[in-house]
C-alpha cells in the first residue's frame, strides 16, 4: 500500500470517527433536553395542581368560633374556579407523572371529578368535600415530593 492510499484511508476513518462522535454527542444532548423539558413540564404541573387544591383549602370569608370556616355566597364562584383548576392540573398530572405515582394520581383525579359532581347537585360548598379536597391535595404533595425527587415511594 502506497503513501498516498494509507493517507486517504486514515483521513476517511478520523473523517468518520468525527462524524460518529458528533451523532452520539447531538443524539445525547437532544435526550437531555427532552428529560429536562419533561421535567420542568412535570414540575409546573404539579405545582399549579398544589396551588390551586390549596386556594380551595384556604379561601374563606371568616371563621366562627368552633373553628369552621365561612364562604360568602360572592367568593363560591372563586372558589370553584379554584377547584375547576386544581381538577385540570390534577388531571394533567396523570399524564406527566412518574409511572409509580400514575395510579394513586388518578384515583386523585376521579375523586375531584366526584367532588365537582357534588358542587354542581349541591348549592354552597358541603363539608363532605372539605375531607376529599385534603385528600387529593396530601396524595398530590406526596406525589410531587417523590416524582420530583427522582425516587419512588410506596406509602399512600
Given at each position: ?12 476513518a478520523?473523517?468518520s470517527?468525527?462524524?460518529?462522535g ?7 444532548q437532544?435526550?437531555r433536553?427532552d428529560?429536562?423539558?419533561?421535567q420542568t413540564?412535570?414540575?409546573?404541573a404539579?405545582?399549579n ?8 383549602l384556604?379561601?374563606?370569608s ?9 364562604i ?10 379554584a377547584?375547576v ?6 388531571t394533567i398530572?396523570?399524564a ?20 365537582i359532581g ?6 354552597g ?7 376529599s ?9 406526596t406525589a410531587a ?5 427522582g ?6
Open positions: 500500500m502506497d503513501a498516498a492510499v494509507a493517507s486517504l484511508l486514515g483521513a476517511v478520523g473523517g470517527a468525527t462524524f460518529v458528533t451523532v452520539i454527542t447531538n443524539v445525547s437532544s435526550r433536553d428529560r429536562k423539558a419533561q413540564q412535570k414540575a409546573e404539579y405545582g395542581a398544589l396551588r390551586n387544591l390549596l386556594l380551595v384556604h379561601l374563606r371568616g371563621l366562627t368560633s368552633p373553628g369552621e370556616s365561612i360568602k355566597l360572592e367568593q363560591v364562584p372563586d372558589r370553584f374556579a377547584v383548576e386544581a381538577e385540570y392540573w390534577v398530572l396523570t406527566v407523572c412518574g409511572s409509580a405515582y400514575r395510579q394513586r394520581l388518578v384515583a386523585a383525579s376521579d375523586e375531584l371529578a366526584g367532588v357534588r358542587l354542581l347537585e349541591e348549592p360548598m358541603p363539608p363532605a368535600t372539605e375531607g379536597f385534603w385528600h387529593v391535595y396530601t396524595t398530590v404533595a415530593r417523590a416524582d420530583l425527587a425516587h419512588s415511594t410506596t406509602s399512600r
